[in-house]
């Protein structure tokens, strides 16, 4: 189970990459949609990267993340206003999401998939938590494509 769960993330990763690299500049930063490109890119990889940890006790962030801007959301969640004063570039997502990659081999293991995922506010199995985290990687990977379909770019490539 573990080289499928691998496979997977990386297709999913590469999808991602594909959209990053495909986002056209004016479209990176634009304030048309509630959040820019590159803040759902790096939500999805923030989050990607969360749950392949043990819990959020052993997560380590990425050694470029800022507190908040993994966050969708305008406040926090003691209601403070998240202010973004820096943007990611597209070298900053595409290093990241190498990273993420680089680190599946140690990250997805077979020996603990029945176990609970380690995380109080989601109640499933570390298998469970491996699709969901994978699902919605994937929703991002749509939504973002979306977004470049509606900007008339096409081609983003299916990875298998």
Known sequence: MKNELVWEYNAALKMLLDTVVKCPDELWESVEYENAFW?????????TALYLSESPDKF?????????????????????????NAVYLKNDIIDYAGCISDSLENMVSDKN??????????RMNRLQLHLYNIRHLQHHVG??????HRAGIKGIKWER
């Not at 305008?74 to 973004?84: A, E």
């Open 39 to 47: 803040r759902i890119a790096y939500h999805a990889l923030f989050y």
């Open 60 to 84: 380590v962030p990425w050694d470029k993340h800022i507190l908040n801007y993994n966050s969708l959301d305008t406040v926090t969640h003691d209601q403070q206003p998240i202010i973004i």
């Open 113 to 122: 998939n029945n176990e609970q995922c380690g995380f109080s506010w989601i």
């Open 143 to 148: 939504q973002l494509t979306e977004r470049l």
